[in-house]
């Protein structure tokens, strides 16, 4: 299983950092940021592949960065100049979780203006 964390308040413009520990999972090629605001439906915002290459939604580019790898067991997804419409509960997952439909607790970001 997959277990997020780093969530929490931050002002406009702050950062954060969310981790994500696969529990049991020994290799993993793919891993991505997948996240949900209240209302809206779920998005992808970064991923990355164990070749280290990445990509990530439009609203976040410049601001994102993903990283991390199956061989540390961690993904990372480090978040600069956040804005209030990065408000949601934030998840990771791989390609077939996401297939099967099977999410973590997830970890929740609050931007206040």
């Known amino acids: 299983r997959l277990v997020e964390s780093g969530g929490g308040l931050v002002q406009e413009g702050g950062s954060l950092t969310l981790s994500c520990i696969g529990v049991?999972?020994?290799?993993?090629?793919?891993m991505g940021w997948y996240r949900q605001a209240p209302g809206k439906r779920r998005e992808s915002v970064a991923n990355i592949t164990q070749t280290g290459n990445t990509k990530y939604a439009d609203s976040v580019k410049g601001r994102f960065t993903v990283s991390g790898g199956s061989a540390e067991n961690t993904l990372y997804l480090h978040m600069n100049n956040l804005k209030p419409e990065d408000t949601a509960e934030y998840h990771c997952n791989t390609p077939l979780g996401v297939q099967l439909d099977t999410w973590g607790q997830g970890t929740h970001v609050v931007v206040s203006a």
């Open positions: 049991g999972i020994i290799r993993w090629d793919e």
